[in-house]
């Protein structure tokens, strides 16, 4: 009896502490955000010979989050984002040209600068009063405002550089035939984060996956939820 007793105090004591926890969760959250990112650009076919790789940018930006559920345990997630990403891409050529002959290596590098809407829904969990985590899955559309690729043209005969051609490209332009690179300028991308919090201090980490873009980032980041 004393141990179903025991049993009874300890979940009211629990069911107690998850509703206190519940209730601190506010209504509408806003906070900011600042970190890097890792971007990659995507292979355009199956007859793509560059090596992609990845660039270092950053990202900064506001976060909207409300209740959508009564316990304010679901949120839906929204805000403005600044990012800056960079990428690079060479002419696979190792183990190519062994034996002479002429031939060409590109190399190129991408710089973009975005505006970001995210619309995600996030579950925020309590560990203890202070500490808890954020899963996160959603969609976000990004618009490119500005965008260049610095592309170096390498003629190599008998193994040796003869010549380099520089060339500055605008990746948001469609007019290839002068020096537009034809990138996507408005992108849906597919996301998932996780955030861990203590207080109102936010250390997260989040994918994007650009749908119909011409990227993929990882990006780190830190926050504060006012």
């Known amino acids: 009896m004393k141990r179903i007793l025991f049993v009874v105090v300890v979940i009211v004591c629990s069911i107690a502490v998850a509703n206190a926890q519940e209730v601190t969760n506010p209504k509408h959250i806003f906070g900011v955000r600042a970190g890097i990112n890792f971007s990659k650009s995507f292979n355009t076919d199956m007859f793509d010979d560059f090596t992609h790789k990845f660039g270092v940018g950053f990202q900064v930006g506001g976060a909207y989050d409300i209740a959508i559920s009564k316990n304010r345990k679901w949120y839906f997630q929204t805000g403005l984002n600044v990012k800056y990403n960079s990428a690079k891409a060479e002419t696979f050529h190792e183990g190519m040209y062994q034996g002479g002959g002429e031939y060409n ?26 500490w808890g985590f954020q899963p996160a899955v959603g969609l976000s559309y990004a618009l490119g405002i500005w965008g260049k690729c610095d592309m170096e043209n390498t ?10 051609v520089s060339e500055k490209l605008d990746l948001f332009s469609d007019d290839v035939l002068n020096g537009g690179a034809n990138w996507t300028r408005s992108v849906i991308n597919g996301k998932v984060a996780v955030n861990f919090a203590y207080k109102n201090y936010l250390i997260g980490a989040d994918i994007a996956y650009g749908f119909n873009g011409d990227l993929w980032c990882i990006g780190l980041s830190a926050g504060y939820n006012f």
């Open 105 to 130: 290596i590109f190399n190129n590098k991408y710089k973009a600068l975005y505006l970001e809407i995210p619309a995600m829904f996030t579950h925020k969990i309590r560990i203890t009063n202070d």
């Open 155 to 164: 003629k190599y005969e008998h193994g040796e550089a003869i010549g380099t």
